[in-house]
């Protein structure tokens, strides 16, 4: 049985609830790090620990904690980006409804760490009920003293406050979401200044994704080398991957990093009624698209970046043979240029360039120009905007392309479409919002 | 008067939570959707003299968010996931049913006022695909037969004038 | 302290003080920093972007941008102006890039143009091949950079969004847009908001739906600088109407000069074709208007190509009012008329020249020692000390060009707008200043630019002598805050108007 980290006890009745926090060593962390630990020793704790963001960069947590200014005058925010909004992701709805007060735990550790006293829970508009339940377990949380002043009986003082976004996929980059958060559009803002400088309301920020934080609670408690040694030489810790789409149990699987793809299909009872496997993506719908053959890579964040993929969120979304893989990359593209904050002319330009573009070659429109096109456009946008947003339009447009290239000749020598039919729909049996480990 | 003294209350208490004005707004737009279902421009108005910020930046921000609906909606608004996952699990199919059984076209609102029928973006649901979204709750590990028993139940509510159609987590969790 | 405008100053750093600060002196000072820039070793301020720190040195022109503008606050969106700096991984907006100590900065390489024809490829991809009709052809950044960095053609093959709405909407009586062309910059929603602080235009809705509209649609585009979007934007979406269809702007001439429409004297631009005037564009001047100039002002070269404006003499011999005639005529006319009077006085409009005031009274004082002079404003202000700004940019209530310059002479102001007891009045102003009642005096003599319909409105005028505009002569004025600025000839006039050195010489 592996180890869990953030969904040991999710399926417990009212696992929400912080009396059953409680009755898992909940709180014990905080507890231990407000009083015991200075913030340094905490930072340095979590660096050990080996643990990367769990939002989509993958950036090692501890030394973003470390960049905030250590002068404890000044005004500073921890923010949760609890926005989740990349298609295929769904693991961060899992940790609200089931396991929140990880969530809160693992952000009072953090506010200790850098010196913060408000915290902000940047959550998605359309998470009505989970806004609302975040809004109980903080009420749970203060009404028992996590939250409040002179925490633990010492000096920090530390509280949250949930805000609620209005559907902008792009709140998702952490300075659209600050931008958000102040009340403006949620456009990305030039780095530097980073946001442990210049961050929310004009203060140093820290912002870290829900899963991140849930699972500092656990480095506290068990230590950092525990935490390191669940997962690879460079990724610390397990993973929430969510897998969907045409895999036989879907949901959201806590599994150590060194985890291969084939492993995780096998582990959700493989594809669907039995059907071949075409392609996966890896990481949420940004990560260029791995085929059947790539199948046995392992998915953690350096192994997929060598294979011309990205860990990202950890949403693996699985394809069977059934789907045409150009129709596919039109649904992709259609969401991205509908997301397009629009500030970066190639950002705007070409995302409306590549999803028209695909479209064409899918209705049978499509030229052998086409294909160049595409690499061209790509290239006037990766790397070369003010946030990755372009680069994650590059993912599935090129590698929809790079490995799946006779089907779009065939697209455009067939004048059509050869599947026609693109997909069959389910009719299994699900219960509504429950995780499988 | 588009802002009612609830909302006025509700975002008074919010004012301590933020060192400025201005982060009242996207909950501003919030409360005065949620009671009238919709941001109309008198709203916006007051919004930003409330706020005392200059219209233009007011309406910038509107527009700028999905979720702010710059027209009034039905009574029932269902959202389709039409991304990825629920894409390989069959939205379409979804859509295409609910087209046909309300008669409206996806963006429309049906005549007697009671659907508005709308395609969304991703709902973090992926696990339990296809999920719609109906007003503020989620319905997912649909299929067509599901689907149209829950417009059936909509339906009935609709017709015995029930209140808050689609919030159930408003009474789940009363603060 | 003279600021003399030449046309070489105008090609100097186009830089806004706002961000530039003094390069520290004295003893204790350190050195300034430098940095690489093409091979160039370059001085800067610690503070300056690579963008300002280019400037300095007059290369600005070599970095392409459209979002960015020296006289509004960084975006950085439009990533056109990205550089190349060595060992950073990515390619860097010059304009938003702080320069350092040491850095090495490319702005020609190979990633850098490859990047900045991708940008260009994104932007025409949408944007409509309107040039034939586009007032801003031949002086349209997009024309220009993708001359110099776009790619050779096309492989755009969808259908170009258009906004069906917004394709020809007037804004406003002033300014004509047009979505279609937009390159989202978004100078124009930086400039309503920070600038003239009116939020009167607003980008809408996000990613490639963005569409420019006015913040208030019951006020509409309403601010009093509209004319300075239709300078910056960098294409053809924002047009002044004014000029619309009137002249393709590679015919025109440029000349620098002042703006007479007030006190602030705004440093301006004439461009003119032929000796007509079509538009008025702002220079650049730290000291006065910065990189702006108002709409009242942008219009009023209209007074100066007036088809009314009285260009030839006219005298009346016969008592039935002044008629057209010659300079050998009037000259004579006017000489008897004041040799012949007992009180003459000089009103001296506040439009007036340094130099023509020095002139008139030197000259005037010959014919008749016993000349009395006065200034008149007539524009709702008594002296310069009644001047008051009317908004907190540019516009003033002394809408005359040199009521302080006509002060420091140490000419009084007319107590009243009424004048008794002298049997002659000669008025001299250049069309600004207004015109004192004059009804008592015996003989009326004017002096200057004139409308046809100022003139029959006045009583026992005996002579018009036609002058020259402030911009088809040289001279100083000293503006509402005492800065004197002289200036050169813009246009040459078009009629039988005389500067008054010349009318002096017929005497």
């Known amino acids: 049985m592996n180890d869990l980290v953030i969904t040991k006890h999710i399926h417990e009745k009212d696992s929400f609830k912080i009396e059953n926090y409680l009755k898992h060593d909940g709180y014990k962390a905080s507890a231990r790090a407000c009083t015991t630990m200075t913030p340094d020793q905490v930072i340095d704790e979590v660096k050990k620990s080996n643990l990367r963001g769990r939002g989509g960069a993958g950036f090692p947590t501890g030394m973003k904690w470390s960049f905030m200014p250590k002068d404890a005058k000044k005004t500073k925010y921890l923010v949760c980006n609890a926005d989740e909004g990349e298609p295929g992701t769904f693991k961060d709805r899992l940790i609200i409804t089931k396991n929140p007060h990880a969530m809160i735990e693992g952000m009072i550790i953090a506010s200790y760490a850098i010196g913060a006293h408000v915290g902000y829970i940047y959550i998605r508009g359309e998470f009505f009920r989970e806004a609302r339940m975040l809004e109980f377990a903080i009420a749970e949380a203060r009404a028992k003293g996590h939250l409040g002043n002179n925490l633990y009986g010492g000096q920090h003082a530390f509280d949250i406050y949930v805000y609620r976004g209005a559907g902008a996929y792009i709140c998702g980059e952490e300075t659209a979401l600050l931008n958000s958060l102040e009340g403006k559009r949620g456009e990305p803002r030039l780095k530097p200044p980073f946001p442990a400088q210049v961050g929310a309301f004009g203060m140093p920020s820290c912002v870290n994704n829900v899963e991140t934080f849930a699972a500092v609670p656990y480095i506290i408690n068990e230590g950092a080398a525990k935490f390191a040694s669940l997962g690879t030489e460079k990724s610390g810790g397990t993973r929430l991957y969510g897998v969907s789409g045409h895999i036989e149990r879907p949901g959201v699987y806590e599994l150590p990093l060194t985890i291969s793809g084939r492993e995780l299909i096998d582990h959700c009872g493989g594809v669907r009624g039995g059907k071949k496997l075409k392609a996966i993506i890896p990481g949420g719908a940004s990560a260029p698209m791995l085929s059947a053959a790539d199948i046995d890579v392992k998915l953690d964040f350096d192994s997929l970046m060598k294979a011309g993929s990205m860990a990202g969120s950890g949403g693996v979304i699985v394809i069977d043979e059934s789907v045409c893989i150009v129709e596919m990359t039109c649904i992709l593209l259609k969401f991205y240029e509908h997301e397009s904050c629009g500030q970066c002319s190639q950002c705007r330009e070409g995302s409306h360039w590549l999803s028209r573009l695909f479209q064409r070659i899918e209705n049978g429109g499509g030229t052998a120009a086409d294909l160049d096109t595409i690499a061209t456009v790509c290239g006037h946008m990766a790397g070369q905007t003010i946030c990755a947003f372009a680069d994650a339009v590059t993912g599935p447009a090129l590698s929809a392309v790079r490995k799946f290239r006779s089907e779009f000749e065939q697209h455009i020598h067939n004048k059509g479409c050869p599947f026609k039919k693109g997909h069959e729909h389910r009719h299994g049996e699900k219960v509504p919002g429950v995780a499988h480990v | 008067m588009a802002l009612s003294e609830t909302v006025k209350a509700r975002l008074e208490k919010m004012r301590p939570q933020f060192p400025t004005e201005q982060a009242l707004l996207i909950p501003a737009l919030h409360f005065v959707q949620e009671e009238k279902g919709w941001v109309a421009g008198e709203s916006i108005k007051e919004i930003a003299e409330y706020l005392h910020l200059p219209l233009a930046k007011v309406r910038e921000v509107v527009t700028f968010y999905t979720m702010f609906n710059q027209k009034p909606v039905g009574k029932v608004h269902l959202q389709v996931c039409t991304n990825v996952s629920c894409w390989l699990n069959g939205s379409p199919e979804l859509l295409s049913c609910l087209e046909k059984r309300l008669g409206v076209d996806c963006g429309e609102t049906t005549k007697d006022g009671r659907y508005t029928l709308s395609e969304v973006e991703c709902l973090a649901a992926c696990g339990t695909a296809p999920a719609i979204q109906v007003n503020e709750d989620y319905y997912e590990g649909l299929n067509v037969e599901r689907l149209n028993k829950l417009l059936d139940e909509l339906d009935k509510q609709l017709g015995a004038g029930k209140k808050d159609i689609g919030c159930a987590s408003r009474e789940e969790f009363k603060l | 302290m003279s600021n003399q405008i030449s046309k070489t100053e105008t090609d100097l750093n186009y830089c806004s003080d706002k961000k530039m600060p003094v390069p520290p002196t004295g003893p204790e000072a350190k050195p300034l920093p430098k940095m690489t820039l093409d091979g160039k070793i370059v001085e800067f ?463």
């Open chain 3, 45 to 507: 301020v610690p503070g300056d972007t690579i963008m300002q720190a280019a400037e300095r040195v007059g290369k600005a022109s070599q970095i392409p941008r459209y979002c960015y503008h020296p006289g509004l606050s960084i975006a950085g969106t439009c990533r056109m102006c990205t550089v190349e700096v060595e060992k950073a991984p990515k390619l860097m907006t010059a304009c938003s890039t702080p320069a350092a100590d040491g850095m090495v900065v490319h702005t020609r390489s190979e990633k850098v143009l490859k990047s900045r024809s991708g940008v260009l490829d994104c932007l025409l991809a949408n944007h409509p091949l309107d040039c034939p009709v586009c007032d801003k052809a031949g002086e349209c950044e997009l024309q220009d950079y993708d001359y110099e960095y776009g790619p050779r053609s096309s492989s755009f093959a969808e259908e170009k969004r258009v906004f069906p709405k917004s394709s020809t909407r007037h804004f406003s009586e002033k300014i004509v847009f047009n979505m279609n062309r937009c390159v989202a910059c978004e100078r124009c929603v930086r400039f309503t908001d920070e600038i003239t602080k009116t939020n009167d235009l607003v980008m809408l809705n996000r990613g490639r739906k963005k569409e420019l509209t006015v913040g208030d649609e019951q006020k509409g585009l309403y601010n009093d600088y509209q004319g300075c979007l239709s300078d910056f934007c960098p294409v053809g979406a924002l047009t002044w109407t004014d000029f619309r269809f009137q002249k393709r702007v590679w015919f025109l001439r440029h000349d620098p000069s002042i703006c007479d429409g007030c006190a602030k004297g705004c440093n301006i631009e004439v461009h003119s074709e032929k000796e007509i005037i079509y538009r008025y564009a702002p220079i650049y001047n730290a000291k006065v208007n910065g990189h702006w100039i108002c709409d009242e002002g942008r219009l009023s070269y209209k007074m100066v190509m007036n088809p009314n404006r009285i260009i030839a003499p006219l005298v009346d011999v016969m008592g039935h009012g002044p008629v057209a005639t010659t300079w050998e005529a009037v000259v004579p006319f006017v000489a008897s008329t004041l040799k012949s009077s007992s009180k003459v006085l000089l009103v001296v409009g506040t439009d007036a020249t340094q130099e023509e005031c020095e002139s008139l009274k030197k000259f005037l004082t010959r014919l008749s020692p016993s000349l009395e002079i006065r200034y008149f404003n007539g524009t709702g202000v008594k002296t310069s000390a009644e001047n008051k700004p009317l908004d907190h940019l540019l516009r003033q209530s002394d809408k005359t060009p040199n009521t302080k310059g006509v002060e420091s002479l140490g000419i009084k102001p007319l107590d009243s707008g009424a004048i008794s007891g002298f049997d002659t009045v000669i008025v001299f102003r250049n069309g600004r200043a207004g015109i004192p009642s004059i009804a008592s005096a015996k003989n009326v003599i004017l002096w200057g630019v004139f409308s046809l319909e100022e003139v029959k409105a006045l009583k026992n005028v005996k002579a018009l002598m036609p002058g020259l505009a402030t911009q088809e002569k040289s001279g100083t004025f000293v503006n509402s805050d005492g800065l004197a600025q002289s200036f050169n000839r813009a246009v040459v006039h078009r009629g039988f108007g005389l500067e008054v050195a010349r009318i002096v010489e017929k005497f």
